[in-house]
């Protein structure tokens, strides 16, 4: 039996470990994009120095097939593949 053989035969016996993919929940704040929703993420920080918790946002486009999403929606957004310059999420719910 060859060595390259012998080898492709080690790597497919490996099981595939499932993916946890990033999760988010947030509000969508524009759907004037074809395809695209963008959603603001809310999340409490504690600050390192003085120990109060902060509110942070982000806005973060995602894929939205049939812009089935509406301004003032609640979404909830999973990293995927890139899909242009700017997404890399998709909505889910």
């Given amino acids: 039996m ?27 704040v524009s759907d004037k994009m074809k395809d695209t929703a963008v959603v603001e993420v809310r999340r409490y920080v504690k600050h390192a120095k003085y120990h109060k918790f902060q509110l942070r946002r982000t806005k973060i486009m995602a894929h939205d097939a049939g812009n089935t999403k509406k301004t ?19 909505v889910i719910a």
Avoid: H, M, W, Y
């Fill in 2 to 28: 060859p060595a390259t053989a012998a080898k492709t035969e080690k790597t497919a016996a490996k099981p595939q470990k499932a993916l946890k993919r990033q999760t988010f929940s947030g509000v969508v």
């Fill in 72 to 90: 003032g929606d609640k979404a909830t957004i999973e990293a995927c593949r890139p899909i242009s310059k700017n997404k890399a999420f998709k």
